[in-house]
């Protein structure tokens, strides 16, 4: 191969450069600068240059595979990258104030911000395990720090060493998981594994089953599936409040983008059997998520049981099996990402010096102080509720929908009985906000980014409720072409 | 399309009747001062209600068609429009929501002091939620609208409510949600089975297996059951009619408990009407059950106004069991008794809103001899005990009698067992007036700062409207009946045409082979 083409094949990976590269400018930037808005900002300019580069690789009507097929940019890659965009857009802007009160405002922590983004999107477009395994891992290894990054705090640190410890032994079943494939097909490529299984015939072979089996396994762990979850509470508890809301969304996201590519791409001809396990898999996924997170008085644990709840009524789109489900469940990614940041934000507005703001009890009567903070809340608790005219009530229309078409109607039930439970809880939230008497004066931390990340999410969660078009033409014409 | 037909008029009336009311909730959203959003939120309410009036002078009443559509492309990848319309069944409900927003505001001009801001774009989300479900033609616009709701009431009893509540906002949400997200499952069902459209016209047309009629059925059975709310799923509504504020304790029971019996009409009956005929027995029984039990029970209440929420179970019985005699008597009686239940207990629960601003207590032991210090009061309660006891000459009468008519017609014992309902309505209405009005008086309400006031100006003005629409509707209910004709004999006649009419045995035996 000569220079030029080689060059050619950057292209399409010159979003995934562009993050890289940033996350290398933010570490040299904060040795020269000492505000961290200025490294903020160069950060969100890069995100927003990365943004523009897949907007026009959107163009591109053809999918691309380079690398000797083992990177593939296509819709489906490009559009996952674009929560990811937004999910480190918002984080950023929710940090930072947030980090200067728990005095652990660094610059690494925008560095390691994009360097685990740069690993969801390279999981997002690996065509091949190997590159798979390397973005999951770039990912990871990010976010064991991220969780960790409050030193000073033992519960930060006990849930980096959780998380790391989870981790790894989901990275082993992955690449259990890998070796057991490669050894039957000969192949790391996922398309080449389904031209393989195809031809060798032991699609039935119960050690392929027992691959697949594992790469859910790994993945399930990523997605905080049940009862692969055990690690999300104590982490999304201890880890700071901006971290656990980037955790909820992005690596949940790129969990499900390689899920949606193994599961499709190189295991379409086992479908039948993986959607049998994963049936049940999304039943307890539902009912623990819903039932636990009824238990819970610290906001930050229950919107991980909630947060878990939630993988669970997106598994109901990938157990469909249809391009279609697929749709629906990566549509459900985005509008959570929305919905679930937007809370995140409001609870990291209760933090201050002194206060953490995490019970329950916190939010006792916040109505009446601060209307526009719990009329925002309220917003948010009602779409991931799933109440119409909220987004929420989109995301989980579509994935019902593709579930009831795939023939699944009584798992369609069984998911909105469950959304009926979860409703409980989110309603708790308000009911607090709204209908008991505050018990001592709450100050909210504001700052300009964070009214931003506000403004964003509430409005979105509103609008696509109300005009749902909007973003499903794009999602479906994103995957399904 | 020949089934619909388009706006007769020059502007997009329904829209603007739909969405007035979130336009105001907006603007409401920039204003501080509490006279200001009072007043704002009136003219916007007297407002939509002005506009929705030319619907009543430009229906064609010979038509059942659906009229004044509106049908535009909202999500086309998944076939959904914005399709909005009325006929003779949804009209008069367009006009009791409108109307009875407006004395929601003004019963609540005084009552409410805390987030009044709040209050009032919650009462204007809400009306507009509730016009939306009636005029909503598309399944995914209306479960928008028929769930939007729930979100204004559940703030509305959680916020501003009484003692208990927390407890009965969340009762009422949670119940309501369990039985909606049943029939949204449904929905989706029918989105398939019916060539995947959500047009409801479209989807009525379709006749479906008998079997997944069955199940549909009972989908949607557990909506708008709870809704109505039908014997024994009717719990949670003693408790949240109890601890509303008075707005909303009239809006649950003056529009949406009609909203239930509006989606059996509405859905139902015209999609599955094999289903209907099947369960209609089954259905009747819980109706009477319902008449009866909510009657007994109203003779135990202690609260006036839990008592009069018991008489919404027992007077929602009566409109059942018309909608599910299946003839044109029991239909169109059991539509008009929904509009007079709306009127009557609608103005009952602003006559005991206006009293418990005065008393502050809803126990109905607290009271007695009132008919002596506030004469004008208990005239305007007699007038609307009588209403709904059903005394002749008011509207009361014309429902239920036209439900009995036709509950004999269908079925006699049925018919029998329900006008044991009329006196026992008569019984616990009169003995709550002769309780609170006659007997001794209280002396704490004749002493010093205690001492209660009779109706002013406001809250006469508030009921005068309504005790016109009692007077009105009994003396000539053509004014309303006539809406209805066509809708209901179509309607009757769609079931008619079914291949089961008439052969019950048929259809139990075909029900069976098909499981």
């Known amino acids: 191969m000569d220079t030029t083409s080689k060059l050619f094949d950057l292209i399409p990976v010159l979003p995934e450069l562009t993050m890289m590269s940033v996350a290398l400018v933010l570490l040299l930037l904060d040795l020269i600068v000492k505000k961290k808005e200025v490294i903020a900002l160069v950060g969100i300019a890069g995100a927003l240059v990365a943004f523009y580069g897949t907007c026009k690789l959107y163009g591109l009507t053809e999918p691309q595979s380079v690398f000797a097929n083992m990177f593939v940019l296509d819709g489906y890659s490009n559009f996952f990258k674009l929560i990811f965009y937004l999910n480190v857009i918002l984080t950023i802007c929710i940090s930072l104030k947030y980090m200067a009160v728990e005095k652990a405002s660094l610059g690494e922590y925008y560095a390691l911000l994009f360097f685990a983004t740069t690993g969801m999107m390279i999981m997002a477009s690996a065509a091949d395990l190997i590159v798979l395994y390397l973005g999951l891992e770039l990912m990871a290894l990010s976010t064991y720090i991220l969780a960790g990054f409050v030193r000073k705090q033992p519960r930060s640190n006990e849930a980096a060493l959780k998380y790391f410890f989870l981790g790894a032994f989901s990275s082993a079943f992955l690449l259990y998981g890998i070796s057991l494939t490669y050894g039957l097909t000969g192949t790391t490529n996922l398309k080449e594994i389904a031209v393989a299984l195809q031809t060798l015939n032991i699609t039935g072979s119960p050690i392929v089953f027992l691959g697949v089996i594992f790469f859910i396994v790994a993945f399930g762990f990523k997605i905080a599936l049940v009862p692969f979850h055990m690690w999300a509470p104590d982490v999304y508890e201890g880890a700071p409040t901006s971290i656990t809301a980037f955790m909820s969304v992005g690596p949940k996201a790129a969990g499900f983008a390689v899920m949606g590519r193994v599961l499709f791409d190189a295991f379409g001809g086992l479908q039948v059997q993986w959607s049998s396990i994963l049936i049940p898999v999304a039943v307890i996924t539902m009912a623990v998520g819903s039932i636990i997170a009824l238990a819970q008085t610290n906001i930050k644990r229950m919107l991980a049981y909630s947060s878990i709840a939630h993988a669970g009524y997106m598994l109901l789109g990938v157990i469909s099996g249809t391009p279609g489900g697929l749709t629906s469940t990566v549509n459900y990614l985005m509008i959570y990402a929305l919905m679930n940041m937007g809370a995140f934000a409001v609870v990291i507005m209760l933090r201050r010096e002194g206060f953490q703001g995490e019970n329950l009890e916190d939010y006792m009567g916040l109505a009446k102080g601060h209307p526009l903070a719990s009329a925002l809340m309220l917003i948010f608790m009602f779409s991931l509720t799933g109440i119409p005219p909220t987004a929420g009530f989109i995301g989980k229309f579509y994935v019902f929908m593709e579930a009831i078409r795939a023939g699944h109607t009584s798992l369609a039930v069984i998911a909105v009985m469950f959304s009926v439970i979860s409703a409980f809880f989110y309603l708790r939230v308000v009911m607090y906000m709204y209908m008991k008497d505050p018990k001592e004066e709450v100050v909210l931390t504001t700052s300009n980014s964070m009214n931003f990340a506000l403004a964003v999410t509430a409005v979105m969660v509103i609008l696509l409720g109300v005009f749902p078009s909007l973003l499903l033409d794009l999602v479906r014409s994103s995957i399904l072409g | 399309m020949e089934h619909v037909i388009y706006n007769q008029l020059s502007y997009p009336i329904l829209t603007y009747t739909v969405f007035l009311p979130v336009a105001g909730a907006l603007l409401l959203l920039f204003m501080r001062n509490a006279t200001l959003i009072r007043l704002t939120t009136l003219i916007v309410t007297v407002a939509a209600f002005i506009i929705s009036l030319p619907l009543l002078s430009n229906f064609d009443k010979t038509s059942y068609k659906m009229q004044f559509v509106e049908k535009h492309e909202w999500i086309p990848s998944w076939g959904i429009n914005y399709f909005i319309g009325i006929d003779g069944i949804s009209i008069l409900f367009i006009f009791l929501t409108t109307l009875l927003s407006v004395l929601c505001v003004l019963v609540s001009w005084k009552a409410i002091e805390t987030k009044a801001k709040e209050f009032h774009i919650a009462i204007l989300i809400l009306e507009a939620g509730m016009l939306g479900v009636f005029v909503a033609l598309d399944f995914f616009l209306f479960y928008i609208f028929w769930e939007a709701m729930l979100i204004p009431m559940f703030l509305l009893i959680g916020v501003w ?355």
């Open chain 2, 161 to 515: 409510g009484g003692q208990q509540r927390v407890y009965a906002a969340i009762k009422f949400f949670l119940y309501t949600l369990a039985g909606s997200v049943l029939m949204l499952v449904g929905i989706v069902v029918l989105y398939f089975k019916g060539g995947n459209t959500l047009d409801i016209l479209t989807l009525s047309s379709v006749r479906y297996p008998l079997q997944l009629q069955l199940w549909l059925f009972m989908a949607f059975f557990a909506a708008f059951a709870v809704k109505v709310p039908m014997f024994p799923f009717h719990t949670w509504l003693p408790d949240a009619h109890t601890e509303a504020p008075t707005a909303g304790s009239v809006v649950l029971a003056g529009v949406l408990l009609k909203m239930g019996a509006y989606g059996f009409l509405r859905f139902s009956i015209p999609m599955f009407p094999d289903a209907t005929r099947f369960f209609m027995k089954p259905i009747l029984i819980l109706s009477v059950v319902g008449i009866i039990y909510g009657a007994l029970v109203c003779l135990a209440q202690k609260d006036l106004k839990r008592l009069i929420a018991y008489s919404s179970v027992s007077h929602m019985g009566f409109v059942t069991l018309g909608i599910f005699a299946m003839n044109s008597q029991g239909v169109e009686g059991g539509i008009l008794q929904m509009l007079n239940h709306g009127v009557i207990t609608g103005a009952l629960f602003l006559m005991i809103g206006i009293i418990y601003e005065r008393t502050h207590t809803r126990q109905i032991s607290d009271y007695g001899g009132f008919a002596g210090l506030t004469p004008w009061y208990a005239g305007f309660f007699m007038i609307l005990t009588f209403a709904s006891i059903g005394l002749p000459g008011m509207n009361g009468f014309i429902g239920e009698f036209l439900i009995l008519f036709g509950a004999f017609k269908a079925q006699k014992v049925m018919g029998v067992l329900a006008a044991t309902g009329v006196i026992l309505g008569a019984g616990y209405m009169l003995w709550l007036y002769q309780r609170v009005f006659f007997e001794k008086t209280n002396p704490d309400w004749t002493s010093g700062h205690h001492h209660v006031r009779d109706l002013n100006l406001r809250e006469v003005i508030t009921l005068v409207p309504l005790i016109a629409l009692i007077f009105w509707i009994g003396f000539y209910p053509d004014v309303c009946l006539s809406y209805m004709h066509s809708s209901v004999e179509h309607l009757i006649e769609n079931m008619n045409t079914s291949a089961y009419a008439g052969k019950d045995g048929l259809l139990a035996r075909h029900i069976m082979e098909s499981f």
